[in-house]
């Protein structure tokens, strides 16, 4: 692996079930992202973790849950997906030890479709 | 709030010089990040700004004044492959990244 991996690429959903979307990174980073984007809307922070065993909400983190139980790894579980959950996803990860180190890296997404 | 305001969409032609200008009303400032984003990819980091001045890097650079909440991306000798979106974002005191809504800059021949 190198960089940042997420699976899958894309998925159809039924609307009510649920569905993980798996995130993992080898560049030993501190803190991790998930961001939707929609088309005008650039990307919207969903949830965050600045380090293992931590997370945070972020703009639009209704219908979302994340863990974090690992440095490498943080899924973004749809417990009871609905429509306007169709969106592109984006993970990201960054070292956060101060000023370009903050740079964020970004996994190729995943395309989820929920009908 | 916190916003950051940058064009819709832009055309250039090969070969000319285009200016991508953000503006940026944040809670605090750490930074100021330029991504580029090609349609259906992930975006790539061009350029970090944290402190007033250009950054030159190859064809692109970065300019950034703090006190106008003022930013904006040149590109020189434009190629089609520099067609894509270029994203604008801030790193805010809480140290989270402020998206703007992205430029879609069209390359034409």
């Known amino acids: 692996i190198a960089g940042i991996t997420q699976a899958p690429t894309s998925q159809i959903l039924a609307a009510g079930r649920r569905m993980t979307l798996r995130c993992t990174q080898d560049m030993r980073h501190n803190a991790m992202y998930w961001y939707r984007q929609d088309l005008g809307l650039g990307l919207r922070l969903i949830h965050y973790?600045?380090?293992?065993?931590?997370?945070g909400k972020g703009e639009v983190p209704d219908g979302y849950s994340v863990s974090r139980a690992n440095t490498d790894d943080f899924p973004l579980t749809l417990a009871s997906a609905v429509p306007s959950q169709t969106s592109v996803y984006f993970c990201?990860?960054?070292?956060?030890?101060?000023?370009?180190?903050?740079?964020?890296?970004f996994g190729p997404g995943t395309r989820l479709t929920v009908l | 709030g916190q916003n950051i305001d940058q064009p819709t969409e832009m055309t250039a032609t090969e070969g000319a010089i285009v200016q991508i200008n953000c503006t940026y009303q944040?809670?605090?400032?750490?930074?100021l990040f330029w991504y580029q984003q090609h349609a259906g990819e992930a975006p790539t980091f061009l350029s970090y700004n944290v402190l007033d001045g250009l950054e030159e890097k190859g064809r692109f650079s970065s300019f950034l004044s703090r006190s106008k909440g003022y930013s904006y991306l040149l590109l020189k000798e434009l190629q089609m492959k520099d067609s894509a979106s270029y994203l604008c974002a801030v790193l805010d005191s809480n140290y989270q990244l402020i998206w703007g809504a992205g430029t879609k800059l069209i390359i034409k021949p």
């Open positions: 973790s600045n380090t293992a065993g931590t997370t």
């Open positions: 990201a990860s960054s070292d956060t030890s101060g000023g370009a180190t903050d740079t964020q890296y």
């Open positions: 944040t809670s605090g400032f750490n930074g």
